[in-house]
């Protein structure tokens, strides 16, 4: 998998691949040492696995985290939520196909999130019902719009298509989607969309 991970992404003329470890300790290690512009994480790995590397390279407490994209399976379910509080800003499948994984390294070195769209309904719909997790009210409650534009983030759909949806400009939408992570004290897309699956603003 990471042979083939690597090929995909070094055809890239404007990706350079600049390690590639066996285990969760060594990525860690390499990560720290190298400060790569982006951690491609299985969540399954010896030593210590995707959600612990995740923590100590993205956590809320590091303070110059590494952008990670995490690689799941659908019965990984039960990990999401913990990646997401341990600051992954991006998830895909394993099957993903070349694409995706090439555009979500670059989205993440934008400080976008890509989502493969099995995980973002799937999975963000698993956390709405589990009452342990469910979001908190923000500080300051979004405005109409915002709450469209987060909406919109929770079904999977890009900040182009959303900007399609409500007849306006994807810069209105970055600027909505902007205060809407600020006033929810969030991160990044997928924290954003979590938020909005366990507050129960997209229909199940």
């Not at 990646?83 to 993903?96: E, I, P, T």
């Amino acid at each position: 998998m990471r042979v083939g991970f690597r090929m995909i992404l070094e055809a890239q003329p404007d990706i350079t691949v600049v390690a590639d470890v066996a285990d969760g300790r060594s990525a860690a290690e390499e990560a720290r040492r190298l400060r790569p512009d982006v951690c491609l994480l299985d969540i399954r790995m010896p030593g210590l696995d995707g959600l612990q590397v995740t923590r100590l390279l993205a956590g809320p407490d590091v303070p110059d985290p590494i952008a990670v994209v995490v690689i799941t399976m659908f019965n990984d379910d039960e990990y999401v939520d913990t990646a997401l509080q341990y600051g992954a800003s991006g998830f895909l499948l394993k099957d993903c196909g070349p694409a995706l994984l090439v555009e979500a390294v670059r989205a993440a070195v934008r400080g976008d999130t890509l989502v493969a769209p099995q995980v973002t309904v799937r999975l963000l719909r698993h956390f709405r019902h589990r009452p342990q997790v469910r979001a908190t009210a923000p500080v300051q409650a979004l405005t109409e719009r915002e709450n469209d534009v987060v909406r919109g983030v929770a079904r999977g759909l890009t900040n182009q298509e959303i900007a399609t949806e409500l007849f306006v400009a994807v810069s209105t939408v970055k600027t909505h989607l902007a205060a809407a992570q600020a006033k929810l004290g969030v991160r990044n897309r997928v924290e954003v969309a979590s938020w909005a699956w366990r507050a129960g603003l997209v229909d199940a």
